[in-house]
């Protein structure tokens, strides 16, 4: 596999590529929305690399080797020896129909090989659980899924995805590797800490919380959070993560963050479900702990490498509310990654609104949130 | 060299232009931030401590405040509890019952107090958690227990393993019952309660042998009865008979009715008493009712057993009783039927004996009859006799003969004695020896004598005025209380004069007189009914009799007549009769005369009266007229 790392900056247009990484398979790419939103940028990347897939989607924040920016494109093209690849893009119009997206996408690429999909879905309007949960209904639980759901940096307006088009609101994306020469590794942690006392999910529907402890779960969070930044919801709110999991499963925690709130109704919408019944607890983060645990994530991705050969390339995909909290330390969390691979990896990466990675106890592919994932690409010897 | 922190380090290297330089602007701008979201960082941390620390704390009151009120409920659980302690308690030492509750170890939880001082023990010696073969052992040591407690226990614990409920009747040393009820509980354990059932028992028993023997004499009932022939007969050897001895008290019913019910029960419980005696231990005497009592002798090799006891029985109820100041001589009839010869089941034993009874009685009272196939037969006639006795009275069957007393002086008829004579549809005429016992049994011989007075009245009226009517009376119809207003009712309907009326009556009449027997007669007598004593001399206190009443005549029993050219006796009786008679003022009449030798005989003994066939035979009352017209006159031959 060739890996090639290249960029866009606003007044400087495309970095150069070589003419060998023009006949590049696969072109990820992670933009501001910004910067995405009038297609230019795919149109231009679509003449540039004319018989590649070109899959991307907004973000929160670029990541690009070891750097975070903000306004720029990040992109790697990546050149296969013997594996196969299928993109598919669906519609996903509505969190309600977040499942018969996800078996869409499934569908379209189940099929013999199938060694692992990677999927960019919009943000806000997708159930990821459910999303998931599709595809796998479609593929099987044994095949790993990971990638992220798109941002929008800190407002939480419009995400964009695309495959092979212009990227827009209220898509998901996939692309499927086939064969037995691809190397896919997962890696996925958190290193939030849990704070006060554990709360019951006394009302919710789906991904809507209504209630904590017969409480509005608005309400505590707005406590918390303090008048002045309550103002910021619902990107603030990603300061206080919620642990969730089944009162007789408490070993199989998951962590789910906000997408919107609703102060009329005093609900949240997250990411991901919180079931009824279910046991949920605060978090919150400290830089080093954060940034410890991307390098968990790594360490736990790095596995996948073994026994490759030529380029290696680990896609980041890290939780907007990660770097909502630690401000300039962000790039602490990417220097950990950096640390556990060394130079021999290339990294690209965005800040998401939900990660997508299996379960590092389960091997179950799931919606993650406040996490760092990283997945890792790559071809075996020979 | 000098080491920057990593942060600041990307701050300066963030801050580097092109050309190397620092932009101051930059890197300040860089810095303050990092100050203000450290800041942040920091606010943030402290608020959401502070929140935290709040919100544990409400949560810690919440939870003192779900402890205080779960400590109080718990401690008015407690005291509820306590008081049902104490109910329950109460309830338990109160129980009639004993009761033990062991836990599925088999170990002791409660003993209450009845149980203690049921059997005996202390509340030390059997703690909680004692073995029930320890509390057995206890048991036996006290004497309230006499089994084995290891054997007990053996068989107990693995019934109670397979959820039985094990009931048990312990009898005690000390002669107590007790009901015991061991059941297993859902928790592997078990509970038993033991109830005092000893008075319950000994009311069973009590009942048991009320419904099987007599209460007046204590003897074996019917039903007992029946029971032990049950058994007895299937139980017979091979050559071994058994005897049921079917017997009644002769008379019995005229000394009940004259000496009263108390005395008969006394007379009944003496003669009951008399009989055990007798009898052997083995053998049974048992009493079914009225004065009739049923002796069944076992083990009889030889005929001449059933006899001997018979006689032994005959002989020895024959003794006079002594009670209550009265002696009183009853004598039994005894029928005898054996098994397996006469029958197997009780019910054809008891029948056959009974039908050898009636035999017995039949042929003179006082003795026993073995049963024999033909009895049955003639029991059967006449049993269909009494039905048709029933039908004779109304159906006019009945008829009176008329037999004339003429006086020995001359030959003139002076009285008509009325006979019964029974015209049967199709068996002819029956003789009175035949029914009127059957009609003294079945109860209507009041009936039937009030007829005969009615009718003999009626037919006297016509009579010569000189010719008396002569009415026999039958011991029962002598102590019927309406006695008086009977004959008195025959004669104002007829229109006889009191003085042409006799009533007969025997000595047997007068055997248990009573006084209002005595003031009946006292009352005809002095309405001018002449009364006779009839069959005079064949009693066996003939003498004494006379003096219990002032009879007017006196009529010798044919026996001393028909016995007078044999033997010296009869003729000094007659003639001591006579002469008693004459010095008393009374008329004696020779029955059964029947030749002329015998008349002048009587006649010169000094009887004034005759009766027998040679005057005339009892005739019909239409044949009557030639003897009133003409004067009898001794001819020589009968009529």
């Known amino acids: ?382 | 060299m000098i080491t920057v922190h990593k942060l600041f380090g990307r701050q300066l290297a963030q801050a580097r232009a092109a050309d190397g330089t620092i932009d101051l602007d930059a890197l300040g701008a860089l810095v303050s931030q990092a100050y203000a979201e450290s800041d942040e960082d920091r606010r943030r941390t402290d608020r959401s401590i502070a929140l935290m620390v709040d919100e544990l704390d409400q949560l810690n009151r919440h939870l003192e405040r779900l402890v205080e009120e779960r400590t109080a409920a718990l401690r008015a659980r407690e005291a509820e509890l306590k008081a049902q302690n104490v109910r329950f308690d109460a309830a338990l030492n109160n129980m009639t019952q004993a009761l033990l509750m062991f836990d599925a170890e088999h170990r002791l939880l409660i003993a209450n107090n009845r149980y203690l001082d049921m059997y005996k023990l202390t509340r030390d010696q059997i703690p909680p958690g004692s073995t029930l073969e320890h509390i057995l052992e206890c048991r036996r040591a006290a004497g309230t227990y006499f089994g084995d407690p290891k054997s007990f226990t053996d068989y107990l614990i693995p019934a109670l393993a397979e959820r039985k409920v094990i009931t048990r009747f312990s009898e005690l040393p000390d002669g107590r019952t007790m009901f015991i009820l061991i059941q297993p509980l859902p928790d592997g354990g078990w509970i038993s309660t033991h109830q005092d059932i000893t008075e319950r028992r000994r009311a069973e028993q009590q009942i048991a042998y009320m419904a099987q023997h007599d209460f007046l004499t204590n003897l074996p009932n019917r039903v007992l009865l029946r029971e032990r022939l049950e058994q007895a007969v299937p139980a017979l050897c091979e050559g071994e008979q058994l005897a049921v001895l079917y017997l009644d008290l002769d008379h019995f019913k005229t000394i009940n009715d004259t000496l009263g019910h108390h005395f008969g029960d006394e007379l009944l419980k003496a003669a009951a008493l008399r009989l055990r005696s007798i009898v052997k231990a083995c053998d049974t005497v048992a009493r079914m009712g009225g004065d009739e009592f049923v002796v069944v002798q076992t083990g009889i090799r030889r005929m001449q057993q059933t006899t001997a006891l018979a006689q032994r029985i005959c002989e020895a109820m024959r003794q006079p009783f002594d009670l209550e100041g009265h002696t009183v001589v009853v004598e039994v009839s005894i029928g005898i039927s054996l098994a397996p010869g006469d029958g197997q089941a009780p019910n054809d034993l008891l029948k056959n004996a009974d039908i050898a009874l009636y035999r017995a009685k039949a042929e003179g009272r006082s003795t026993f009859r073995f049963f024999e196939p033909d009895m049955d037969t003639r029991m059967k006639a006449r049993h269909e006799l009494a039905i048709a006795l029933r039908h004779a009275l109304t159906e006019g069957q009945f008829e009176l003969h008329y037999q004339p007393l003429v006086a020995l002086s001359d030959q003139r008829v002076t009285a008509c004695e009325a006979l019964l004579r029974w015209n049967h549809p199709v068996r002819g005429q029956i003789p009175p020896d035949t029914f009127i016992p059957i009609a003294e049994e079945i109860g209507i011989i009041a009936a039937i004598g009030e007829w005969v007075i009615g009718k003999a009245c009626a037919d006297a009226v016509r009579w010569p005025h000189d010719v008396k009517l002569a009415v026999n009376l039958s011991p029962i119809q002598v102590m019927n209380p309406n006695l008086v207003s009977v004959i008195v009712r025959a004669l104002a309907v007829s229109g006889l004069p009191a003085t042409r009326l006799e009533i007969e009556i025997t000595e047997s009449a007068l055997l248990h007189h009573t006084d209002a027997t005595l003031a009946a007669l006292h009352r005809l007598r002095s309405l001018g009914v002449g009364i006779s004593m009839d069959d005079f001399g064949t009693g066996y206190s003939s003498l004494s009799s006379l003096r219990s009443f002032p009879f007017n005549k006196i009529k010798i029993d044919r026996c001393f007549v028909q016995s007078l050219v044999d033997g010296d006796d009869s003729v000094a009786i007659i003639e001591a009769i006579a002469g008693l008679a004459k010095s008393l003022g009374m008329i004696t009449t020779a029955e059964g005369v029947e030749t002329l030798e015998q008349m002048n005989r009587v006649r010169a003994l000094g009887c004034t009266e005759m009766q027998g066939y040679l005057i005339s035979r009892p005739r019909p009352l239409n044949d009557l007229w030639p003897l009133f017209a003409t004067e009898c006159r001794r001819t020589g031959t009968a009529d």
Not at chain 1, 73 to 96: E, I, K, N, Y
Not at chain 1, 101 to 124: E, H, M, P, Q, Y
Not at chain 1, 195 to 202: A, K, N
Not at chain 1, 314 to 338: F, K, N, P, W, Y
């Open chain 1, 1 to 382: 596999m060739r890996a090639t790392q290249f960029s866009w900056r606003e007044g400087r247009a495309w970095d150069r590529v070589s003419a060998d990484d023009l006949r590049a398979d696969l072109v990820l790419y992670f933009g501001s929305r910004q910067a995405l939103d009038d297609g230019r940028r795919y149109d231009e990347l679509r003449a540039m690399f004319p018989r590649a897939h070109l899959v991307g989607c907004s973000t929160g924040g670029q990541i690009s080797g070891g750097d975070l920016t903000d306004d720029a494109v990040a992109a790697t093209a990546l050149s296969f020896d013997a594996t196969r690849l299928r993109v598919a893009c669906a519609p996903a119009q509505g969190s309600d129909c977040s499942r018969t997206c996800g078996r869409t996408i499934g569908r379209a690429l189940a099929d013999d090989g199938l060694a692992g999909v990677f999927v960019l879905s919009d943000g806000l309007t997708v159930n990821g659980s459910e999303l998931v949960a599709g595809i796998m209904q479609e593929i099987g639980a044994a095949i790993p899924v990971s990638g992220g759901l798109a941002g929008d940096g800190a407002q939480f307006e419009r995400t964009l995805v695309g495959a092979d088009c212009a990227p827009g609101p209220g898509t998901v994306a996939a692309v499927g590797f086939y064969g037995r020469a691809v190397r896919i590794g997962h890696g996925s942690a958190g290193g939030w800490d849990e704070f006060g006392p554990r709360r019951s999910i006394t009302r919710s529907q789906g991904n809507v919380l209504h209630e904590l402890d017969g409480r509005p779960a608005l309400d505590l969070y707005m406590r918390y959070l303090g008048e002045e930044a309550a103002k910021g919801l619902p990107g603030t709110a990603l300061l206080f993560p919620l642990k969730v999991f089944d009162p007789d499963r408490p070993e199989h925690d998951i962590v789910r963050t906000v997408l919107s709130v609703d102060h009329d109704n005093g609900t949240m919408t997250f990411a991901g479900d919180l079931p009824q019944g279910w046991t949920a607890q605060l978090m919150r983060g400290s830089f080093d702990r954060l940034a410890q645990g991307a390098g968990d994530a790594a360490r736990q991705a790095a596995d996948g490498l073994n026994g490759s050969r030529g380029d290696k390339v680990a896609v980041l995909v890290s939780c907007i509310g990660r770097r909502l909290l630690m401000g300039q330390r962000t790039l602490d969390e990417i220097e950990a990654v950096g640390t556990e691979f060394g130079p021999d990896v290339a990294q690209i990466g965005f800040y998401s609104y939900g990660e997508i990675s299996p379960h590092w106890q389960t091997g179950l592919s799931e919606l993650h949130n406040q996490t760092m994932t990283v997945t890792t690409l790559a071809e075996a010897a020979g």
